[in-house]
């Protein structure tokens, strides 16, 4: 007789923190459902498992409200009946950082760790694809399983596969067929939960791998548990022999899964074959991604890395940085970092985005004010910071006393900076005549930011005229200050005898100047005195309609408003920085076109100025005028065209070349109040392409130009990139740098490359687009993703030869969006004037950060050869273990290490 197969019941419940409803309304609803759940566990042993979700966010925003839970919770979790973690959230993977996704999955397990152990299985349920690494990630945390819906490919033909990462680490996948709620709602009848498993038997059919079970997901969107459960299934296991149910978890049933055989899928998982992977939401709501990137960086790349090298191990703030990145964590929640939810769950959204950048503002300052006190430079140097893990130059701007032109020196070697001028501030700041009965007025006026007496370094109280005048000079950067109490007294005088006093305030001469430094060290600094009088030549010039430095110049057509870089080196890449405009009558899960579109390419009048000229920067305005239709004609449904009434709309790019630098930046900014459209840049290659290279979550993904989709979603090829996309051909190329600006596509048969500027929708879903026949969430109307009013994106571009890595993009990623840091010096450390208290060379870094008061370095090898990875200290070669993700030493280092192609290395430094 033939072994029963096994039907394995995992209950569990979907739960979307905030979505088409805000957290709060959504929590009510989580503090009924566990209310129910956990007096079911604690009373019926016949229902016998839970998931709660794979994160562990749920739990705190429950005990928030029920804190006398937290008893049951663990009890319940330490004996597997409630399986809780490994996440803190469920994040969408594509939508920030690889760091961010190793925080979520750290701070997962810790807090599960607290109620006696996290579900060991890497549960990704509900993500709209899934990065090449999340194998690696995975494995180094000790997780040999993972659990995927949506972006399996039809290639994969099983219902469980080895999924590989880039550096060849695997876990098994369990493929969830028919979804994360394909056994929702069932029966309270034996008969009928029998037939509902034979039926899922029949519908999986050859996907089935022979000797597995059959793994019905009893839940979905936040779904109450079925307290019938465990009587039904022991009254099906009563009545018939061809299938043995059981409520089970996810760790005990793959346990038991076949491995032999399965086949192997290597990298990401993008297809819409069997599940829409809802491409649209990396082009909804830019703002929401700027606002990320934003925050991400000033966490990841500013405040972590400066106060673990600048500040003592006791003064690291670990705490407020906790609080930073908990905030982090719960916006990577995917309804959340892809802004496909109600309007005032993404206000809420950006609130917590910027709360983060703030702290994260916040620390890079105090470590930057504590590095200013730490440095042996006279009082007033400059001290230029690189947080990057490469010697960079670049631009940094802060005030000088004086005028006229200036440049700098550098302490060390006595190198002349070249410097520009950007503006002369001094003069007459305002003047008044005060009044005997205003004199009290004054006096007060001496106490506020007005007159305060830290802003005037001199006074002249001039009594030769009928009229007293009392002129007061302020003190510019570095100038010593008056006492004005004396002052104060006389004027008290003045007004008890009647007179009335002219007062004028003059501003101190101060120049706003931008430097051009070089060789700042990677995770260094470098000092400058500014000196009077002009700096060298930079070569950087410019003309009515063209930019050039020492790599590229660019010429802007004054037709068209697109622009030509021809590099040093030959490459030529032409009409770049064309604006494509076209309706949109999809939602904030897709584009889709409206039936009858109409597509604007062209501006109606262009004019190119030349806006500043200097040392080491030049830019040029250009300013396009365009007529697009200012709505589409549609419902929740579908859209069918686009309107008749047209907007004049005045589009302001600024392309700003620096010296030095082999990239041109561009802003392009505009007062929005079209709605239902798609805007995007394109950039016409300098040779035709059959791949795009983008940066995601410690990888480069190499991807065709086409991909995969299924009879629910069009296999629209708009890929994702995190900070950098580059198309090339091997011998030349082009390469976009962005900050947020995640979605792009090569179009035109691999001729262009095509950059999401914009996409504005009025729905959270609607039921039948054009490339998605079905919803994708609530046919809710929503104001926010149309973007109205003032709008601005950033970005660079680089023409280039040979394939990404010649272009060495990591490092240009960091020039064009990591700024350098400046402070003044105080006069009083013993730091030398130029300093590198970390070096890391062979691998791109992602983390440098303190824990338990040891430096932790996370790196990453991106290419496809093995690497030598050199760490070195300001004391010497650097000693220390490799860790995986949870701090568990695998191997000594001493100065150096082998770290395989793909691969991703955390290194705990000796104290």
């Known amino acids: 007789m033939a072994e029963p197969t096994t039907v394995a019941i995992v209950p569990h419940t979907h739960w979307d923190r905030e979505w088409y409803s805000p957290f709060q309304t959504f929590r009510i609803r989580l503090v009924k459902l566990l209310d129910e759940l956990l007096p079911l566990l604690e009373h019926d042993l016949a229902y016998a498992r839970f998931l709660l979700d794979g994160q562990t966010a749920v739990l705190d925003d429950y005990l928030e409200i029920r804190p006398e839970a937290a008893e049951s919770l663990t009890r319940l979790a330490a004996s597997n009946r409630l399986s809780i973690g490994p996440w803190m959230i469920l994040m969408d993977e594509f939508m920030v950082s690889g760091e961010t996704i190793v925080r979520d999955l750290q701070m997962g397990i810790h807090r599960a760790t607290e109620f006696g152990g996290p579900m060991e299985v890497g549960y990704l349920p509900d993500m709209f694809g899934h990065v090449s690494q999340m194998p690696q990630i995975l494995s180094e945390a000790g997780l040999d399983h993972a659990v995927v819906w949506r972006g399996v490919p039809s290639a994969v033909t099983q219902g469980a596969f080895w999924w590989e990462a880039p550096d060849g680490s695997r876990v098994r996948a369990e493929y969830l067929y028919g979804s994360y709620s394909n056994g929702r709602d069932l029966p309270d009848d034996a008969k009928q939960l029998i037939g509902r498993a034979r039926s899922y038997e029949h519908e999986i059919g050859d996907a089935r791998i022979p000797g597995s079970g059959l793994l019905l997901m009893n839940g979905t969107d936040h779904q109450m548990p079925q307290p019938w459960l465990g009587r039904v299934v022991g009254e099906a296991n009563a009545v018939q022999d061809d299938y043995r149910f059981v409520v089970t978890s996810l760790p005990e049933y793959l346990a ?420 239902d459209h798609r805007i995007r840049a394109h950039f016409p290659l300098p040779s035709p392409v059959t791949q795009s290279h983008a940066e995601c979550a410690f990888a480069v993904v190499a991807r065709d130009l086409t991909t995969e989709g299924g009879p629910h979603e069009a296999p629209l090829p708009t890929f994702v990139s995190r900070r950098f996309v580059d198309a090339s051909d091997g011998q030349e190329g082009l390469a976009l740098i962005h900050d947020g600006l995640l979605e792009y596509e090569v179009v035109d048969d691999g001729s262009e490359l095509a950059l999401t500027v914009l996409r504005a929708t009025g729905y959270l879903s609607r039921s039948e687009l054009a490339l998605r026949p079905n919803p994708a969430g609530p046919l809710d109307p929503l104001e926010g993703p149309q973007l109205q009013g003032p709008y601005a994106v950033e970005y660079a571009v680089m023409a280039h030869t040979g394939t990404w890595q010649d272009a060495d993009l990591y490092r240009i990623a960091d020039e064009v969006l990591v700024p350098l840091e400046r402070v003044r010096g105080t006069g009083s450390g013993t730091r030398p004037s130029t300093g590198r208290p970390l070096t890391v060379r062979g691998a791109i870094t992602s983390a440098v950060r303190r824990e338990a008061g040891l430096i932790t370095v996370r790196v990453f090898n991106p290419t496809d050869a093995p690497t030598v990875v050199e760490i070195e200290l300001d004391r010497g070669p650097a000693r220390g273990w490799l860790v995986d993700l949870l701090g568990r030493p695998t191997s000594r280092i001493e100065g150096d290490f082998e770290l395989r192609a793909g691969g991703i290395a955390t290194i705990r430094l000796d104290g």
């Open 256 to 675: 038991e899964q076949p491995v032999a055989g399965l086949n192997t899928w290597r990298g990401e998982l993008r297809s819409g074959a069997r599940a829409n992977v809802l491409m649209g939401v990396a082009s909804n709501r830019v703002d929401v991604h700027q606002a990320c990137a934003a925050a991400e960086r000033a966490i990841e790349r500013r405040a972590e890395p400066l106060s673990a090298l600048v500040l003592a191990p006791d003064r690291y703030p670990d705490r407020l940085l906790d609080v930073a990145w908990k905030l982090l964590v719960l916006n990577s929640a995917h309804d959340s970092s892809c802004a496909c939810s109600a309007d005032e769950v993404v206000d809420a959204v950006n609130v917590r985005y910027e709360e983060a950048r703030q702290i994260g503002d916040g620390l890079a300052r105090d470590a930057m004010t504590a590095l200013s006190a730490d440095v042996d430079v006279p009082a007033g140097t400059t001290i230029v910071v690189n947080v990057g893990a490469h010697d960079r130059s670049g631009l940094v701007g802060f005030p000088v006393p004086g005028e006229g032109p200036v440049h700098l020196v550098a302490t060390d070697d006595g190198t002349q900076v070249p410097a520009q001028v950007v503006a002369e501030l001094g003069g007459l700041a305002f003047s008044t005549t005060v009044t005997p009965e205003q004199t009290s007025w004054l006096t007060d006026m001496m106490r506020g930011p007005e007159l305060a007496g830290n802003r005037v370094t001199r006074y002249d109280l001039d009594r030769s005229s009928g009229e007293i005048a009392l002129t007061c000079i302020g003190a510019g950067p570095g100038d010593s200050v008056v006492d004005l109490d004396d002052l104060k007294e006389e004027l008290v005088a003045l007004g008890d005898a009647g007179h009335t006093i002219a007062v004028r305030v003059m501003r101190a001469p101060t120049r706003d100047v931008i430097a051009r430094v070089a060789s700042i060290p990677a995770f260094g600094w470098r000092s400058f005195t500014a000196v009077d009088g002009p700096g060298p030549d930079t070569g950087l010039r410019a003309g009515e309609h063209w930019l050039a430095n020492e790599h590229l110049e660019v010429n802007v057509d004054q037709q068209t408003g697109t622009y030509t870089i021809t590099t040093g080196d030959g490459t030529v890449a032409r009409g770049l920085g064309r604006l494509v405009e076209s309706g949109d009558g999809g939602d904030t899960y897709n584009y889709s076109p409206p039936t009858n579109d109409v597509v604007i390419d062209h501006p109606e009048a262009v004019t190119v100025t030349l806006h500043e000229r200097g040392a080491v920067r030049s830019q040029l305005r250009v300013v396009t005028w365009y007529r697009w239709p200012h709505h589409a004609i549609g419902n929740e449904r579908a859209c069918s065209r686009r309107s008749d009434e047209q907007i004049l709309t005045e589009v302001i790019t600024t392309l700003e070349l620096r010296a030095g630098e082999p990239f041109l930046r561009v802003r392009t900014e505009f007062d929005h109040r079209c709605r």
